[in-house]
Each structure stands twice: as structure tokens, then as C-alpha cells.
């Protein structure tokens, strides 16, 4: 294997050890049947854990839970921790004779309860001997993308459907793409990357929006937020405008 598709190889293992896998189930029973899927990553601000992800996937008012690598083999399904409520941003324009406009900005996050965690896997017996794998990204939230230049990647894990013989695990594949190249930014203000391949169909990206798109050297630029067929793009939050807004609490 070449070098550059070794490094290329590392950093999409890379993003993916910290893309959390966000779902929500029909009905108020977990596993009932997914209906939503999405991805988020976790980062650490003065002293505070928060999940990070994409706005559009969290304005439904229904609980998201965030799947985890912890296995339940008695109940044969994978355990699921409710996540949220979510913190929506809006801008609002201010307009002459007392008029405003007010549009969503896609960017959500949560305060992630790390210690609440730990007390329940010190406290639950279904939970002893079992452990939990949870990556955090400490890098810098404010790196702007640079035109035309780094070949940029992002990584997600997807597609979640029901695994059948009745046993209740998500079956998750990855999606990814590397070399995108950053154009600049549409009329939304949101990032766009150019897709070095034809885009893969919404299908294949179903569940990718709030991965992580990050830089050859692994510092986090940007998010997924959608793409375009038509134009072979990938939409991306400016998470440097907004990425301060963390230390406010």
C-alpha cells in the first residue's frame, strides 16, 4: 500500500472512532423501528463535554439516543443512552420599520453528561463488566478551510437498519470520502466541498449529516450537512463562526 493511501486509510479509522452513532425509534420504544439516523462527535471545552451535530436532524421534537458499542446479550441488543435536549441556533436579521427576518443556522449541540455516565455503569448491574469506548476530539474548532488546496476527507458511520432473527442491534456501515476540495461558500454561507469521485446517491450518505470533515493533519474544519447530486458537492457548517458560542455555557 502506498503511503498516501496508508495515511488516507488512518485518518478515515480516525473519524470514525469518534463519530457517534445518533438515532430515534417510531414510538417511544427503543428499537421499535429507526427513524432517524444521524452522526455527531464529541469535544471538550473548559472542562465540558458537548455533542455536537447537525441542526436540520435535531429540530424534530422526539428523544435521539446515542448508540453505543456496549453489547446487552441477555436482551440481544445494543444499549442506546438518550442524548439532548439540543441547543438550536437562529439568526435573525434586523430590518428597516421595525421588520426582522429569522432563519435557522444548521448547527446543534448538547452539554454531554460524562459523570452522569460513569455513575450509571458504577451503578447498574446489567452494565458490570462492560466497557465503554468513548473518543474525544481536543483539537481546534476555529481552522477555516483552505481554497482549492488540502484534499479534505469525512467518515461516518450509517445506514443503520434492524438486524433480523430477532435479535434488536443497528447494523451500521461506513461512508466516506476523501480528497474533497473546498470551493468556497453558496448562498446559505455553508461550506462547499467538491467531491473528487460522482457522488455516491443520498442513500449511501443516509446518516452522515454532523460527521466530522477534517484536514490531512486531523483538525476538524467543518460538518456534513447535505450535498448535491446534480453538482457533485458536500455541503459543510462554517463551525469556525459558531464554535466559540461552546464557552458560553
Known amino acids: 500500500m502506498k503511503a498516501a493511501e496508508k495515511n488516507c486509510e488512518t485518518l478515515i479509522n480516525h473519524l470514525l472512532s ?3 452513532n445518533l438515532v430515534r425509534f417510531k414510538g417511544r420504544k427503543q428499537f421499535s423501528e429507526p427513524c432517524g439516523l444521524t452522526s455527531g462527535f464529541l469535544v471538550t471545552r473548559d472542562g465540558r463535554t458537548y455533542l455536537l451535530s447537525a441542526g436540520h436532524s435535531m429540530r424534530r421534537k422526539s428523544t435521539w439516543f446515542w448508540e453505543t458499542n456496549v453489547i446487552l446479550q441477555e436482551a440481544r441488543e445494543t444499549l442506546c443512552i438518550p442524548v439532548g435536549p439540543f ?5 435573525i436579521k ?3 420599520e421595525n421588520k426582522s427576518k429569522s432563519s435557522n443556522i444548521d448547527f446543534a449541540w448538547t452539554d454531554f453528561d460524562l459523570d452522569s455516565l460513569k455513575r450509571r455503569f458504577k451503578e447498574d448491574n446489567k452494565l458490570k463488566g462492560h466497557q465503554l469506548e468513548l473518543n474525544f476530539y481536543n483539537g481546534p474548532l476555529d481552522c477555516i478551510p483552505i481554497l ?3 484534499p479534505y476527507t469525512f467518515a461516518a458511520w450509517n445506514r443503520g437498519t434492524l438486524v433480523p432473527l430477532g ?4 447494523k451500521r456501515e461506513a461512508a466516506y470520502e476523501t480528497s474533497l476540495q473546498y470551493t468556497g461558500k453558496n448562498r446559505s454561507g455553508n461550506y462547499v466541498f467538491k467531491l473528487a469521485r460522482p457522488h455516491m446517491g443520498h442513500e449511501y450518505y443516509r446518516g452522515a449529516s454532523g460527521a ?7 483538525k476538524i474544519v467543518s460538518m456534513v450537512l447535505g450535498g448535491n447530486m446534480k453538482t457533485n458537492e458536500i455541503y459543510g457548517l ?9 464557552s458560553l455555557g
Request: no cysteine.
Open 18 to 20: 469518534f463519530s457517534l
Open 87 to 91: 441547543t438550536l441556533l437562529k439568526s
Open 94 to 96: 434586523l430590518r428597516p
Open 148 to 150: 482549492h488546496d488540502e
Open 167 to 170: 435479535s434488536l442491534f443497528l
Open 212 to 218: 466530522p470533515i477534517s484536514s490531512p493533519e486531523g
Open 238 to 246: 462554517p463551525l469556525a463562526a459558531y464554535s466559540h458560542l461552546l
